[in-house]
Every structure is written in C-alpha cells, then in structure tokens.
C-alpha cells in the first residue's frame, strides 16, 4: 500500500512540474508573438499556442482575476508557479508522510 500511495504522489509532483513548464513555455511563447518575433499565422506555432492556452488556463483564470495587469505585463504566472512550488514542496510531502502512516497504522 506505501508503494501505490508513493507513485502516486510521484505522478502528481510530476503532473505539477509539467504544468510548471506549460506556464514558463506558454509566458515565453506570447512575448514572442507580442515582439512578433513568431507569428500565430503559422500552423505550428498556432497549435503549439492553443495546446498550451487549453493547458494553462484553468489554472491561470483564476489568478488573473484577482491580479491586474501592472503595466501591461502579467505578474499571475509567477504567483501561479509560487503556489505550485509551495504545493510541491510542503503539501505534498505532508500529506503523503500522513497517509503512509495512516496506511501502516502507526
């Protein structure tokens, strides 16, 4: 029971991080259009866009509710990637070190 509880933990870390990187690839990829140093006319990078749009806003909505733009430049991907380090790093762990414990019975 302590291994399915540990892999799945790892899976959500994992899931974590990947969305981690969607937020900084998805941040990158629109100062890029907005320079136009890319151009959302090409297949590729339209779909590459609306891949990770589909990805990243549900978790982004939310916080661009709440945080204005400042200036033009949105500050919720770096809140956003706080929140989920934080999670990471402490929530995870401690909920994984209660239900191991909870599944050995101590």
Do not use: H, K
Not at 14 to 23: N, R
Not at 62 to 72: A, E, K, S
């Amino acid at each position: 029971m302590v291994a399915i509880i540990q892999f799945v933990f790892f899976i959500i870390s994992s899931l974590l991080s990947l969305l981690v990187w969607a937020i900084i690839i998805s941040a990158i990829l629109s100062w890029l259009v907005a320079f136009d140093v890319i151009n959302l006319r090409n297949r590729f990078v339209y779909s590459v866009s609306r891949f990770l749009d589909a990805v990243t806003a549900p978790v982004m909505r939310p916080f661009q509710r709440i945080i204005p733009p400042l200036g033009g430049v949105d500050l919720s991907p770096i809140v956003v990637i706080l929140v989920i380090t934080g999670v990471q790093r402490y929530l995870l762990p401690a909920l994984e070190g209660f239900l191991i414990r909870l599944a050995a019975g101590v």
